[in-house]
């Protein structure tokens, strides 16, 4: 039993179950019987008891996971020329209702997964995603090595959190990677 709203549900029942036998009882009669049944002395000792049970799960039942970030997109072709062939993500999955409708797809890279979307309403231009990482001057190296026509990211050395490479995309969305200060 984890609450108020239990035992009372169980007095209740045994009302009406009661009622349909032909034998009437007040909803307090059907509360003191409950409390009885858990072996209290009354329902004011129940429900003080009630009160005092932690919920029969932990709280480590509960678990929360990394977020996925959902980024909105106009055009299929920039966005895979920028995630997949600039920052180097790979495609898991795209998905659209219907012939000629909007792309729906997750692209990931080294733990990170994010969401694009073209679907009004899922996602705002000019989003800022931020994500933690090692190796900004090795992945910074990378993006100028592959000569991206639209983008040359720079390393901002007192970003917030650390030094930070900065990356807009086509749809004037942003994602930040940073590395921790030492």
């Not at 108020?4 to 059907?30: C, G, I, N, W, Y």
């Not at 996971?65 to 980024?71: A, H, N, S, T, V």
Request: glycine letters at 8%; proline letters at 6%; aromatic letters at 10%.
């Amino acid at each position: 039993m984890r609450s108020f709203r239990d035992a009372k549900l169980m007095a209740r029942s045994l009302r009406e179950a009661m009622a349909a036998k032909q034998v009437p009882l007040s909803h307090s009669e059907t509360l003191e019987i409950v409390a009885r049944q858990f072996g209290c002395d009354d329902w004011n000792v129940l429900a003080a008891k009630i009160g005092e049970t932690a919920p029969d799960k932990p709280a480590e039942a509960v678990l929360l996971q990394m977020g996925i970030p959902i980024l909105r997109i106009f055009d299929e072709a920039k966005a895979k020329e920028f995630y997949l062939d600039f920052l180097g993500f790979t495609l898991d999955w795209d998905h659209r209702f219907g012939p000629n409708m909007p792309l729906y797809m997750q692209v990931s890279r080294s733990g990170l997964q994010l969401h694009l979307s073209e679907h009004h309403g899922d996602a705002s231009p000019g989003s800022t995603v931020f994500v933690w990482m090692e190796g900004v001057d090795f992945f910074h190296g990378e993006l100028i090595g592959k000569r991206y026509a639209y983008s040359r990211p720079g390393i901002e050395e007192d970003g917030p959190g650390g030094r930070t490479l900065e990356v807009p995309d086509p749809f004037g969305n942003r994602i930040r990677f940073c590395e921790k200060r030492d």
